[in-house]
């Protein structure tokens, strides 16, 4: 059973039909013992850092993310929230990457929405994956790269739009809303092992 964490955060409705369209069982939870047990936990969403990062806390679902082994994969806001800071309300986040989540410069257009590409992509969750391959964005907030990112896109300026550390993968991007490339990165996903028990 695949577990996706509700923590007040949009989105997670979309990311549940894609599980299955892709014939796999999901149940949306934040129950320990149900996200412990899953083979694999998808931490998706779409809203402010703050506010999630505090309701996260009060269930103590922070401290559940972080000492969860089996693969575990964050996606936008969720990527957002695995790194160590954002500039969004100046709030303090998982740290599990070790990068900075800052806001698009306001010169530029803002969010950035809609399809686009990759500079660089690498590791298991793009396997079978090309820089040229298009995925769907919708941000104002982006993780700078660093030491974990395994895929970079360029919106104006280089940013993270995937990062993996250990049991751990993010992804700026929805596949979700990505169509065949995002099911490749879904796919990917679904089929890493539960190691490390």
């Known amino acids: 059973m695949i577990a996706i964490i509700k923590y007040n955060a949009g989105n ?3 990311v549940e039909n894609a599980l299955l369209r892709l014939g796999r069982d999901c149940v949306v939870t934040d129950d320990e013992a149900e996200i412990r ?3 694999h936990v998808i931490f998706p969403g779409v809203g402010e850092a703050r506010s999630a990062m505090q ?15 089996q693969p575990v994969l964050g996606i936008c806001l969720g990527q957002q929230l695995m790194c160590t800071h ?7 986040c998982l ?3 070790d990068s900075l989540v800052k806001k698009f410069p306001p010169k530029d257009k803002v969010p ?3 399809w686009n590409d990759f500079t660089e992509v690498k590791g298991t ?6 820089p040229t391959d298009d995925v769907y964005f919708v941000h104002s907030y982006y993780a700078e790269i660093c030491a974990d990112t395994t895929a970079a896109c360029d919106y104006v300026l280089p940013f993270s739009a995937g990062l993996q550390k ?3 993968y993010a992804t700026q991007f929805h596949p979700e809303k990505s169509a065949k490339a995002g099911e490749v990165i879904l796919r990917n996903f679904l089929n890493i092992k539960r190691t490390g028990i």
């Open 166 to 168: 250990d049991n751990f």
């Open 37 to 39: 047990g899953a083979s």
């Open 125 to 130: 969750l793009f396997k079978g994956f090309s």
């Open 95 to 97: 740290g599990i990457f």
């Open 12 to 14: 997670i409705k979309s």
């Open 55 to 69: 309701y996260l806390r009060e269930r103590r679902l922070d401290k559940l993310i972080k000492d969860l082994k």
């Open 86 to 92: 954002s500039e969004e309300n100046d709030t303090e």
């Open 112 to 114: 950035h929405m809609g």
